[in-house]
T-cell receptor, first 113, second 115 residues
Framework: GENVEQHPSTLSVQEGDSAVIKCTYSDSASNYFPWYKQELGKGPQLIIDIRSNVGEKKDQRIAVTLNKTAKHFSLHITETQPEDSAVYFCAASLRGSQGNLIFGKGTKLSVKP | NAGVTQTPKFQVLKTGQSMTLQCAQDMNHNSMYWYRQDPGMGLRLIYYSASEGTTDKGEVPNGYNVSRLNKREFSLRLESAAPSQTSVYFC??????????????FGAGTRLSVL
């Protein structure tokens, strides 16, 4: 079945710097790749997603890139702020399994003021 | 706008006790899910319900049962709790499972400790 690897597990940056989180997936049939942000004590919340027919998508300070050939996708956060501190999860959705998401193990991002 | 509501928020059980975690969504979504979250393990799917009246096993179903009571409600039951079931449990829902855009909306979680 599908497997999603996420790196790094922890990431610490200074406020204003950029942060990059990378994920790889194993099944080339996956076609939907969302990113979720989980703040302390809360459930995960979708922040951005990308489909397999698109190489890059941006939403203000957040961007996601997808390389289908290499089977990896990345989350880029620019001009980081303390409120970006959270755990971030990538996921992949396999059309053949009718849409169940397979999650990476998460990255704890800390933005230091 | 409540979204996905989980009850209780916290629970402590003794080994062997049973309990039911409740989940309800008010977004008229068809599909609902139960995940568990353990440190360093991410989110693992326990059971899901693609539509009202159907349920299927996920990655880690052993020790759990589910009921899709109606379109709004999806409950998770631990018949005989074990310390290995100490975890944070999340319920999620999505409008149409199997489409190219499968946004899942999560509840705030239930923190369960089994002693």
């Amino acid at each position: 079945g599908e497997n999603v690897e996420q790196h790094p597990s922890t990431l610490s940056v200074q406020e204003g710097d950029s942060a990059v989180i990378k994920c790889t997936y194993s099944d080339s049939a996956s076609n939907y790749f969302p990113w979720y942000k989980q703040e302390l004590g809360k459930g995960p919340q979708l922040i951005i997603d990308i489909r397999s027919n698109v190489g890059e998508k941006k939403d203000q300070r957040i961007a996601v890139t997808l390389n289908k050939t290499a089977k990896h996708f990345s989350l880029h956060i620019t001009e980081t702020q303390p409120e970006d501190s959270a755990v971030y999860f990538c996921a992949a959705s396999l059309r053949g399994s009718q849409g169940n998401l397979i999650f990476g193990k998460g990255t704890k991002l800390s933005v230091k003021p | 706008n409540a979204g996905v509501t989980q009850t209780p928020k916290f629970q402590v059980l003794k080994t062997g006790q049973s309990m039911t975690l409740q989940c309800a969504q008010d977004m008229n979504h068809n599909s609902m899910y139960w995940y568990r979250q353990d440190p360093g393990m991410g989110l693992r799917l326990i059971y899901y319900s693609a539509s009202e009246g159907t349920t299927d096993k996920g990655e880690v179903p052993n020790g759990y049962n589910v009921s899709r009571l109606n379109k709004r409600e999806f409950s998770l039951r631990l018949e005989s709790a074990a310390p290995s079931q100490t975890s944070v449990y999340f319920c999620a829902s999505t409008k149409e499972r199997g489409t190219a855009k499968n946004i899942q909306y999560f509840g705030a979680g239930t923190r369960l400790s089994v002693l």
